[in-house]
T-cell receptor
Framework: QQQVKQSPQSLIVQKGGISIINCAYE??????FPWYQQFPGKGPALLIA?????SEKKEGRFTISFNKSAKQFSLHIMDSQPGDSATYFC????????????FGTGTRLLVSP | DTGVSQNPRHKITKRGQNVTFRCDPI?????LYWYRQTLGQGPEFLTY????????KSRLLSDRFSAERPKGSFSTLEIQRTEQGDSAMYLC??????????FGPGTRLTVL
């Protein structure tokens, strides 16, 4: 019940295209859903996050869509660039659990020039 | 730059040795987390501090692991009698009053 399932495992997108990464969760106590970007040898960097009281949040080229009834959320990267090539992790946390994050298994994104 | 620093960045040790890692969050991070990340996986929660109090520990944190946060500032994570299975990236994250956790660059541990 603590798992967060992430797909796809890897993704290749052409420059200018839309990258879409999906996550699903079971624990309805989760109330905070961040996405992190990680480059090799670096720590995860917070990209964007959403709470379940909104269905969508947009920051620049990054958009989170959230479906509370389906317990799913997704990251859309518009106008994908080669510099976006990295591993992306979804995560979920709960205020009742000190917001310790449960992470998905990651999606390796490659944006081809 | 998140303002969270970790030292050392890399540590190679022999099986059975003890190692200690340090995390320095920014002064406003009254909440601090340790995570472990193995190759190809997402980070896994290890332990949580609010100020100097250690409020939660994962069952991943065996009795060979100990973490401290004296005076609610920097934190240390010690692993005693290291095993090859301890090889991983150890990540520290600081958190302000909101939900956002900001990660440091991590310490990569290799146990030979």
């Amino acid at each position: 019940q603590q798992q967060v399932k992430q797909s796809p495992q890897s993704l290749i997108v052409q420059k200018g295209g839309i990258s879409i990464i999906n996550c699903a969760y079971e624990n309805t106590a989760f109330d905070y859903f961040p996405w992190y970007q990680q480059f090799p040898g670096k720590g995860p960097a917070l990209l964007i996050a959403i709470r379940p009281d909104v269905s969508e949040k947009k920051e620049g080229r990054f958009t989170i869509s959230f479906n509370k009834s389906a317990k799913q959320f997704s990251l859309h990267i518009m106008d994908s660039q080669p510099g976006d090539s990295a591993t992306y992790f979804c995560a979920a946390g709960s205020n009742t659990g000190f917001q310790k994050l449960v992470f998905g298994t990651g999606t390796r994104l490659l944006v081809s020039p | 730059d998140t303002g969270v620093s970790q030292n050392p960045r890399h540590k190679i040790t022999k099986r059975g040795q003890n190692v200690t890692f340090r995390c320095d969050p920014i002064s406003e991070h009254n909440r601090l987390y340790w995570y472990r990340q193995t190759l190809g996986q997402g980070p896994e929660f290890l332990t949580y501090f609010q100020n100097e109090a250690q409020l939660e520990k994962s069952r991943l944190l065996s009795d060979r692991f100990s973490a401290e946060r004296p005076k609610g500032s920097f934190s240390t994570l010690e692993i005693q009698r290291t095993e090859q299975g301890d090889s991983a990236m150890y990540l520290c994250a600081g958190r302000l009053a909101g939900n956002e956790q900001f990660f440091g660059p991590g310490t990569r541990l290799t146990v030979l």
